[in-house]
Every structure is written in structure tokens, then in C-alpha cells.
């Protein structure tokens, strides 16, 4: 009998999901946020192989063993891993969620830190985005700025930054709110008349 219960209660897709909200776009930064994990973990891979290459060299007659190699390349995939882990842990439970009631920006960094912004859509008052240089363009990642009425929400390094930004738009129009367009400043500009500067 409980199980029917149960069944009637909505899936919730994070723990601070209220009842009556559904989630509608859940997106995160691009991998290239993990570079620098990467290149330091792939750093640590070489420490055992060059350590055994400094031995063979030092002590030509009495070389280290294929299984001291082995060994040591075994120790320095792992530590390699084991610095990785961090970069790789902050990219992967960092989320962007968008609700029908909200957005909410979860932040890891490391293992031990964790931000949380939550701010209803009704704020959102302009969706942009921006992809500068050769390194954005190529490989698919930009920034999405958002003005709100409490300011400017950018987040950086956000994997196809277009497409996000029109689904953005797209739940937006959905919920019934109307982003603003760009407010240009009133130039006058100079009549045939008059004399350009």
C-alpha cells in the first residue's frame, strides 16, 4: 500500500527541488575547464619513468627491473589520477538548473567547497552571450551573461553558449517573461545642414 503512495510523489532531479517545480534545462561549462587537471595529471604520469631513467642512468651495471618500471609507472597513473580528480569533480557537480520557477547555480570547487545562487526567472531581464578568440571558436565554448535585477549573472567557459542562450530565451517566453531588448543610447546625429565633426 505505501508503494502507491510513493508512486504519485514527482521525481525530484536535486535535493532542494520544491514539489510543484519542474526542471527544464539542466547544462554545465565546457570540459576545458579541466585543462590544467589534465595537464598536471598527465605530468604525473611521466615522474615514475623518468625516476627509473635517472636509476638506469645512474646505476648503469645494475639496472632497475621491467617490474620496478612496471611498478612505478602503475604508482605515477594513479597520482596522476588522484590530481585529476579535483578538476574533475568541480566540473562535474557544478550545474546550471533551470526550473519553471528558477535558476539555480551550483558551484564545486575541489572537494570540500561548494556555492549555491538561486534566483527566480521573473529577475532575468536580458539573456546575451559571447564567443571571443581562436580558442572559443574552435572549440565550442563562450560566455553567457544574464542582467537581472540584481545585477549581472556571467558565467564563463559554457559549452555552446548559442544554443543555451536560445533555450534560456525559449523558457523564458514559456513562463511568460519578457526579456528586454539592448536600450540604445538617443544620438543625434547631423543633418545634411550641418557640419560633421
Known sequence: MADVHTADKP???????????SVL?????????MRKGLIFGLAAWLIGPVYMLVLTYVHPTHPPSMGAFGLSLLISVVVGLLIFTPWYLGWYFSVFIVTDQ????ITQKG?????VVDMGLHQVQMVNYQIAGLQETLLGFGTIVMQTLVGDLVI????????????LLGIL???GITTQAPIMANVA???SDEEEI
Open 156 to 167: 564563463h567557459e559554457v559549452h555552446h553558449p548559442a544554443k543555451i542562450q536560445k533555450q
Open 25 to 33: 534545462l539542466v547544462f554545465r561549462k565546457h570540459p576545458v575547464v
Open 102 to 105: 528558477r535558476l539555480i547555480q
Open 189 to 191: 546625429l547631423p543633418t
Open 111 to 115: 572537494l570540500f567547497h561548494r556555492s
Open 11 to 21: 521525481v525530484k532531479y536535486f535535493d532542494d527541488q520544491f514539489d510543484d517545480e
Open 173 to 175: 517566453r514559456e513562463q
